[in-house]
C-alpha cells in the first residue's frame, strides 16, 4: 500500500566540507555493502542473513501469556495460532507478525508517525514534515483513548507479544535490514511496540484510497488550455448505459438495491458537468497537485479491486461463492499476511476463529472468513476528502466575516546524522494548512480559484474578490475524513466475530475509513453487499471538482450520509453481486457520492463472465478462480475498430496490423498480439494529447480507453490533428509505425518473438532499500523479473503507466476463493510470500503461482490445519 520510498537517497547540503563527508559516506556505504553482498554470495554471510529466520517448532517461553499457544505451519509458512484467551491469542499473533514482519512493521511505524528521518536521516525530512502535519499518529492515539476496554485489551495484547519477541531479538538478528541500516545508522534500535503504532497504519490505508483531489487539480490545470468541450471529452461521465452498476437494477429487471430509485442517469452527469467546466477561467498552474502522492503511496495506475459472490442458486455446492482481490500497489513484501486466529473454546470470553489476511503490525484479520460469515472489500472510490481556500493573515483565518486563531503546535523532527527540524502546523476549522509543505499545493494556493454551490469557479486573487472575503494571503487546507477520530480500529473485531448479516452490518457501521465495498456470504444461502464509510454531505452544487471556498459556512460539508441511508443489498434477485470500483448507485440517489468512479471495464467483463457461466451452470470455485485471470483488454475493441480499414505498405507492420486485427483482445502471457497493441496504445494516446500548452497525464487507461471509443466516431475532433498529425487516419498511422519501432527494438523484428510476459514483467522491489540507488543493497532485496500477463482496467489488474514503461507496477495483492459450503475447500494466494525476510524460502514462494493464477488450499477446519501443518511452535508461560 505504500511505495517504495527512496530511503538511502542523499539530499545535498551546503559547504564544500559536508559535500565532501557525503561523497566518503557515499563510498563508504557501497563498499561495505559490497562485502555484505560478496559475503553472502559466497556462504560465508549465512549467519548473518539466516540469524533473524523466525524458530518455527519446539518450545519457546513467552513471558505475558496465560497458557499454552500452538503457533502451527504449513509448507508455505502460514501460521494458525490456537490459544484459551482473546488476549493470549492476540498476544502471539503480535508475536508471530514480528517473527516474520518486523522491518516491515517498524518502517510502517515511523511513516505512520512521520518519524522516517530517524532511520534514514535528512532526506525524510520533507516527508516527515507532510506527514506531521497531517498528523495521522495523533488521530490514532484519540481513537486509541476512545475505543472500548475490550479492543483497548486487543491491542495491548497484541503490543506485549511484539516487545516480547523484541525482548529477545535485536539488531541483525531481527532482520538482514537492521545489519544494512547499521551501515548508516549503527546506533538505531527498535523501541518497544505501542498500540497506537497499530491503530495508525490503518490511517496510511486509508490515504493510499482515499480520494480523488489528483484528478480535481488536475482538471484545473487543464482548463487553462482546454476549452469546455476538449474538457468534457477528456474526462467522459461513466457509462451508465453499458457498463453496471452495483445497485441498480439487473439485467434481467430485478430490483437489487434495498432503498432507493435507481435509473440511468448518464445525461444529467453530461449536462451537470458541462455546465461547470464552461465557468472555468482559471490561471495558469505549473505542475499537478498529484505529486504529492509520491510522497507517501503507492497509488497509481491499476488501483482499485474486484470483489464478486454468487448465489447458492447458480453454484455447484447450492451454497455462495465468494472472490475477492485488492488491487495495490507491488511490494515486496506484500502488504497481506496469511493466518488463522483460533480460540480453542470458541465462547463469549474467547470468540474467534478466523483466518484470511491481516496488515503486520494490526491485530484482526482484515478480509478472510470465520465459522459463520464471508466477507471481502474493494475501495469504495468516493469523495472523502475537499482542498478549501482560506483567506489567512499570520496565523488568522477569515470566515463567517471575523477573523479566528489558527491551533497552532510545535513539532520537532529528528534526524539521524543532522540537526532536529522543527516545524509548525497550522490548523482552520476544516482542518491542517498544507500550502508550503509541497511545491504543488502552494502553487494552488499562490493562484486559488474555488467552486461555489452553484457550481461557479470564482477567482480569489487580488484585486478580483468578487465581494466575498477580505483578501490577505491565500492557503490550502485539507478536510478529510481520515483526520477525524473514528472506530475502524474496533470494527476490525467486530467483523472477526459477526455470526450473521446484522451483526455484518452493525461492523460496517464502524468502519468509518477508508470506505469500502463489503461483500457479504453465509453458509445459510445468504449473500449480501455494504457501502459504509463515513461519507461527506456536500454543499448544494458541490461535487469535489475544484478546491472549495473556505471563508464561508455556506460552503462547509453539512453533515455525513447516515448509515441506515448508505448502499446495501441483501439476496438480490440477481443472485450475483460484483463490485469492482465501479459507480455504486445513479444519480437518483439522494446523495453525491463521486464522479470520479472507475470506468467498468472490470465489472462489465466480470458481470459477462459470470453470466456466461451461470448459463452453462454450475458455477464452481475453479470457475471463480478463472475470472481472477482474466486479461481482456478495455482498448481492445476500440483498437480493432480503430484500424479496421487502416492498411500498411510496410509488409512487416501491415503482418502486426494483421495480428491486431485476429487478436481475441486478451492480454495473454505469451502473446505477441497482446504486445503490440500495448505498445501501439502507448503511442496512440502519447499522440493524442500531445500539441497542447499544456500537460495531460494519462493516469487512467480505463478512461483513455472510454475517450478513444468515443472519439473514434468524431474524426475531426482536434484531439487527432493537435499534436501534428494531418488527419485522424494519420496519427493512426504515425502510432502504428512508432509501435512497430519500439517494439522491434524491444523484443526484435520477428513476431514470433513478440511477448506480452516479458515486456510487462513486474521486477518486485523492497519496500524500503529496493529503490536505494546502490546496486548491491538493491541485490539483497528484490527480486525478478517474473513474467506477467493482464494489463490496467483488466480484471487481472497488473497495471502499468503509460509513459513510464510497460513493467507491472501495480497488482492483484492477493486472490481468494471462499467456498462457505466447505470451509476447507477455499484457495487463496499471495503476491510474494508469507517472510519478510530475505532469502527465506517463504519471501517470494508464491510469485510464480500468483503470475499465472495457481491458488493454493486454504486449510481451516481443525482436521485440516493438523493435515498440512509442517511446523508446529508452542508458546508457554513464563513461570
Known sequence: MTQATDALSMTPEAGPAKKKRRGLRVVGWILASLVLVTLVAAGLGVWTVQRSFPTTSGSVTAAGLTGEVTVQRDERGIATITADTSDDLFFSQGYVHAQDRFWEMDFRRHLTSARLSELFGESQVGTDSFLRTLGWHRIAEQEYANMSDEARAYYEAYAAGVNEYLADHTGGKLSLEYAVLGLQNPGYEPEPWDPVDSIAWLKAMAWDLRTNIEDETARALQAQFLDADELAELYPGYPFDEHPVILADDPAGYRVVATGKLEQGAAFVEESFAQLIESLNLTPLEELLGKVDTLVSGQGEGIGSNSWVVSGEYTDTGKPLLANDPHLGAALPSVWTQMQLRCSTVSDACPFD?????????????????????????????????????????????????????????????????????????????????????????????????????????????????????????????????????????????????????????????????????????????????????????????????????????????????????????????????????????????????????????????????????????????????????????????????????????????????????????????????????????????????????????????????????????????????????????????????????????????????????????????????????????????????????????????????????????????????????????????????SGHAFHKNYTDQVKGWAVGEQYPWAFTPEAVDAVTKDTLTLTPAK
Not at 471463480?624 to 475493441?637: G, K, L, R, T, Y
Not at 483513455?704 to 466516431?713: I, P, Y
Open 354 to 834: 478466523v483466518a484470511g489476511f491481516s496488515f503486520s503490525g494490526l491485530p484482526g484479520i482484515v478480509i478472510g472468513h470465520n465459522q459463520d460469515i464471508a466477507w471481502g472489500f474493494t475501495n469504495l472510490t468516493t469523495d472523502v476528502a475537499d482542498l478549501f481556500v482560506e483567506s489567512v493573515e499570520g496565523d488568522r483565518y477569515w470566515y463567517d466575516n471575523a477573523w479566528h486563531d489558527m491551533k497552532t503546535r510545535e513539532e520537532t523532527i529528528k534526524v539521524a546524522g543532522g540537526e532536529d527540524t522543527t516545524i509548525t502546523v497550522r490548523e482552520t476549522g476544516h482542518g491542517p494548512i498544507v500550502s508550503g509543505l509541497t511545491g504543488e499545493f502552494t502553487e494552488i494556493a499562490e493562484s486559488p480559484r474555488a467552486e461555489t454551490p452553484e457550481g461557479k469557479i470564482l477567482p480569489v486573487g487580488p484585486g478580483d474578490m468578487g465581494g466575498i472575503m477580505p483578501y490577505s494571503e491565500a492557503a490550502l487546507s485539507l478536510r478529510w475524513t481520515a483526520l477525524d477520530a473514528g472506530s475502524t480500529p474496533e470494527a476490525i473485531f467486530m467483523l472477526n466475530r459477526a455470526e450473521n448479516f446484522t451483526d455484518f452490518r452493525e461492523a460496517a457501521s464502524k468502519f468509518d475509513v477508508p470506505g469500502q465495498n463489503l461483500i457479504y456470504a453465509d453458509p445459510e444461502g445468504n449473500i449480501g453487499y455494504q457501502a459504509p464509510g463515513k461519507l461527506p454531505i456536500r454543499a448544494a452544487g458541490q461535487q469535489g471538482f475544484l478546491p472549495t471556498p473556505g471563508w464561508s459556512s455556506q460552503y462547509d460539508w453539512k453533515g455525513f450520509i447516515p448509515f441506515e441511508e448508505q448502499p446495501w443489498s441483501y439476496n438480490p434477485k440477481a443472485g450475483y453481486i460484483v463490485t469492482a470500483n465501479n459507480a455504486i448507485v445513479n444519480d437518483d440517489y439522494p446523495y453525491f457520492l463521486s464522479r470520479d468512479w472507475d470506468y467498468g471495464y472490470r465489472a462489465d467483463r466480470i458481470v459477462e463472465l459470470l453470466e456466461e457461466k451461470i448459463a452453462a451452470g454450475p458455477v464452481t470455485a475453479e470457475d471463480m478462480a478463472e475470472i481472477h485471470m482474466d486479461n481482456q483488454m478495455p482498448a481492445a475493441s476500440a483498437l480493432q475498430r480503430a484500424y479496421a480499414s487502416v492498411s500498411a505498405e510496410d509488409p512487416q507492420l501491415q503482418t502486426a496490423l494483421d495480428l491486431l486485427a485476429s487478436w481475441d483482445g486478451q492480454n495473454a502471457m505469451d502473446s505477441a498480439p497482446a504486445a503490440f497493441a500495448n505498445v501501439l496504445w502507448e503511442h496512440v494516446t502519447e499522440r493524442l494529447v500531445s500539441g497542447r500548452e499544456g500537460e495531460i497525464p494519462r493516469d487512467d487507461q480505463s478512461r483513455f480507453a472510454r475517450m478513444f471509443a468515443l472519439q473514434l466516431d468524431n474524426p475531426d475532433a482536434a484531439w487527432w490533428t493537435a499534436g501534428g498529425s494531418a488527419s485522424q487516419e494519420d496519427l493512426l498511422m504515425d502510432a502504428a509505425e512508432d509501435a512497430l519501432a519500439e517494439l522491434t527494438e524491444l523484443q526484435g523484428k520477428n513476431p514470433e518473438k513478440w511477448n506480452w510476459g516479458k515486456l510487462h514483467a513486474i521486477t518486485l522491489t523492497h519496500g524500503s532499500f529496493g529503490e536505494s540507488g546502490i546496486a548491491p543493497i538493491e541485490a539483497l532485496f528484490n527480486r525478478g523479473p517474473y513474467d506477467t500477463p493482464g494489463g490496467s482496467g483488466v480484471v487481472n489488474a497488473t497495471g502499468w503507466a503509460l509513459g513510464e514503461g510497460y513493467e507491472t507496477s501495480t497488482v492483484p495483492s492477493m486472490r481468494m476463493v471462499i467456498d462457505v459450503a466447505d470451509w476447507d475447500a477455499s484457495t487463496w494466494q499471495n503476491l510474494t510470500g508469507q
